[in-house]
């Protein structure tokens, strides 16, 4: 089936520093990407919407210059927490739609990231 | 406002029993629903779906959810639990047309052997 890579799985930073997280579809091209936020025992909640070739999509209350989207290619889209603190620590999904699927869709997930800000 | 509730945070049973996890959602229009599980160390992976037709839909490893408009509920069950089964399932709703899935909080299923 359908791949979706995620790196790195976890990554602990200082206070201030960006952090950038990797979301690669090995053997599919992915239009659409999503990010998602996860705290414990809380539910997926949705970021942003990652389009290849324009701007993403976020969501409300989500600060765009928080977190960064890009989405270059039709297999990588990549989110940066700038300048992190520790209530941006949590863990982070992302998701792949494969291009031309429609009625039969269903989303790829990576493995997620654990963003631990000190 | 669009939400999905899954009532069970946590359930435990033993091999052999039957299942059946709430799903009940809050969506103005045509939706899609949807069941994902993730199992120990592994990435979320779709367990079933629902987009129209027979409101009563099997999936994989033998589970099956039943889409009951009314109730605005996708209820999953099995009727007979493996210990492979322990994981996080997640209840999901996609308004028809988008590509904006809402999450439910997930439940966590251990199965005891």
Redesign the interface.
Known sequence: GAV?SQHPSWVICKSGTSVKIECRSLDFQAT?M?W?RQFP??????MA?SNEGSKATYEQGVEKDKFLINHASLTLSTLTVTSAHPEDSSFY?C?A?ETGMA?NE??????GTQLSVL | AQS?SQHN?HVILSEAASLELGCNYSYGGTVNL?W?VQYPG?????LL?Y?SGDPLVKGIKGFEAEFIKSKFSFNLRKPSVQWSDTAEY?CAVRGSGT????????TRLKVLA
Do not use: A
Request: proline share 0%; charged share 10%.
């Open positions: 979706v659409t999503f998602y025992k809380q539910s997926l909640m949705l919407t999904i998701s739609r009625t269903k989303l790829f997930f990576g493995s | 999905v945070h949807f994902y592994q990435h979320l992976q779709l779906k987009f997640f590509y904006k899935y809402i999450f439910g909080t997930g």
